[in-house]
């Protein structure tokens, strides 16, 4: 099992203290990174947590898990890796080098 937590569906004025304070119950916290938008800065609605270890992940999925949050259900599971390939990637603008009449 891994210690560190996927949390989705949350307010998106959530703070990483807050989330921090509310997970803290749980079990010591390594890390809180909340996700949030380049272009925007606003967050993007989900964030993990790290834990202690993995009993310390489990508490809080159990116990945490379709809990309300700021007045959003939380989801929280065991954080996946990245997928090879998954991000989207910026060439620059596009041109149409075509021939010009």
Do not use: C, W
Request: no cysteine.
């Amino acid at each position: 099992m891994s210690n560190k937590l996927y949390v989705g569906n949350m307010n998106y004025r959530t703070s990483e203290e807050n989330l921090r304070d509310h997970f803290s119950p749980y079990g010591e916290i390594l890390s809180v990174n909340i996700i949030f938008d380049r272009q925007t800065g606003q967050s993007k609605g989900f964030g993990f947590v790290e834990m202690e270890n993995d009993d310390a992940a489990q508490a809080a999925i159990q116990a945490l898990n379709e809990q309300e949050l700021d007045g959003r259900r939380l989801r929280v599971n065991i954080a996946q890796p990245p997928q090879e390939g998954g991000g989207r990637r910026f060439d620059g603008p596009r041109r149409n080098n075509g021939p010009r009449y």
